[in-house]
């Protein structure tokens, strides 16, 4: 390695006299430097026509390139392997390597450390539903989609959120099924509310009092969806999703329904994706944790305070661009899409920067 180097002005003088017919020897005795830099001096000229510096290859790599090959592939073929486990692989081998050089090796191959996404597990039944409901909703006008009243309970914890998991991953590659953690509907939580949006705002929301059950469940709706789709101002004609929980399904409910004389959509079980709700709880659950509430009481009055805050253009940024989560859905098969977390993250940013202007 040099310990020492000619400035640019020395380089372009050994050139000139090379030029105007000196011998390596006499333009080492002319400027004073070693004939062997002088030599080299020309040498580069010669192949690059330039005494500039070029690029240098800088320290040789720790591992070897089948060493490295192989830690990509292992983080590749398993997402889930933590870097203790590719350190004692590659120490297996007889090369050792500290964790922060395995993790930059595979930052250069486009793998980076994120967060499992939870995602609920799919069978191939559920799948194939998911595809049949986006293919044959897929050229339905905007109009009908602004006709649906989107129903859904959710649990809202007091305190704390899930445990995290990292995986090795691609840009752009995080709902794949190697990549998530998956998850089952469970009971239990600090409240359970039921709530309801249109395009044209929220509608109502009521906690939850005690287990749900059909009985429950009418009630829910007997007080509150007609109430809703008044305020909403949807129209007799308007469209009411729920989901194929047992007591949404149950043959009374259903007589309720066909009495009130209302269409119910029909659904696909297990199949978050395809219901915008899931961005509102999102953002609800966000706005209220950062309320920071101290018992169940508050935690019910911030709930419904923050579900009315939610304005009517947010409700609509999210069902104008439905017709993409069915095409994400018929991309990937049936299966979870990217659609969802990027329309949440989109109006989580737009509703920021309203208060930021605000």
């Given at each position: ?150 129903s859904d309970e959710t649990k809202i914890e007091l305190f704390g959120n899930n445990a995290k998991r990292y995986v090795w991953r691609e840009s752009n590659t995080a709902h794949p099924s190697e990549h998530t953690i998956p998850t089952v509907k469970h009971g239990g939580g600090s409240i359970m509310v039921w709530a309801c949006f249109s395009s044209a705002g929220t509608g109502k929301m009521v906690k939850i009092d005690g287990k749900m059950d059909g009985a429950k469940y009418r009630t829910i709706l007997e007080e509150n969806l007609m109430e809703s789709a008044k305020d909403l101002r949807l ?124």
């Open positions: 390695m040099k310990n020492k180097e000619h400035t640019r002005q020395v380089r372009d003088t050994v050139v000139k006299k090379f030029k105007a017919g000196f011998g390596y020897k006499k333009i080492s005795q002319a400027l004073n430097i070693p004939r062997s830099t002088v030599q080299a001096i020309i040498l580069k000229w010669k192949e690059y026509q330039t005494t500039a510096n070029l690029p240098r290859p800088g320290r040789p790599s720790k591992l070897s390139a089948h060493t490295r090959r192989r830690l990509i592939r292992d983080a590749a073929k398993r997402p889930m392997i933590t870097l203790d486990e590719l350190q004692r692989s590659t120490a297996e081998v007889g090369d050792s390597a500290h964790r922060t050089t395995i993790s930059r090796i595979l930052h250069k191959s486009g793998l980076y450390g994120r967060v499992a996404r939870r995602k609920p597990f799919l069978k191939d039944i559920h799948k194939k539903c998911c595809l049949k409901f986006a293919t044959s909703h897929l050229g339905d006008t905007p109009n009908m989609w602004k006709k649906v009243l989107w129209g007799r004609r308007f469209v009411f999703q729920q989901d194929n929980d047992p007591k949404h399904k149950a043959k009374s409910t259903m007589e309720w329904f066909k009495n009130k004389h209302i269409q119910v959509l029909e659904w696909p079980s297990q199949s978050p994706d395809l219901n915008p709700i899931e961005n509102l709880w999102k953002e609800l659950k966000t706005a209220v944790h950062k309320c920071s509430p101290s018992n169940l009481t508050e935690l019910e009055l911030f709930c419904k305070e923050e579900w009315e805050k939610m304005s009517v253009s947010q409700c609509a940024k999210l069902i104008e661009p439905y017709p993409k989560r069915l095409t994400a859905v018929i991309a990937a098969k049936g299966a979870c899409s990217l659609t969802n977390r990027m329309l949440s993250r989109r109006v989580i940013v737009r509703r920021t920067a309203q208060h930021v202007i605000a």
